[in-house]
């Protein structure tokens, strides 16, 4: 094996770890944001549903420009909802009806989940 192929690996297994370091981080960081949450995932569905008068059908732990918050989605009859309730508080911040088609968003989940 000639010494550029050995450093061309060396080289590919040092980015590999780096990445895989930097994603463990991530998580590590996003799982202590969600322990110190001031309320609970099912607070935050809670008081979504109470907002829109919606049940949820879909709910996620992310990080915004704001801070940390619970992005969750209801529905009542035809109409969805993208409700944002901050973590910290476990207030409402902002509730945004929700035009994109079904099978579109359905899709788009699918591939999310896919990528996770």
Do not use: C, P
């Not at 895989?20 to 979504?48: H, P």
């Not at 829109?52 to 009542?76: D, I, L, Q, S």
């Amino acid at each position: 094996m000639s010494k550029t192929t050995k450093l061309g690996i060396i080289a590919v297994a040092l980015a590999s770890a780096g990445v895989v370091a930097f994603a463990a981080n991530t998580m590590e960081n996003d799982a202590a944001a969600l322990a110190n949450a001031k309320i609970s995932l099912s607070q935050a569905i809670a008081s979504a549903e109470q907002h829109t008068g919606g049940k949820a059908v879909h709910a996620e732990f992310e990080h915004t420009r704001a801070g940390w918050a619970y992005e969750v989605e209801t529905v009542n009859g035809a109409k969805v909802v993208d409700v944002t309730v901050d973590a910290a508080t476990g207030t409402v911040v902002a509730a945004v009806d929700d035009k994109m088609d079904r099978n579109e968003k359905k899709e788009n989940r699918e591939e999310h989940d896919e990528r996770d």
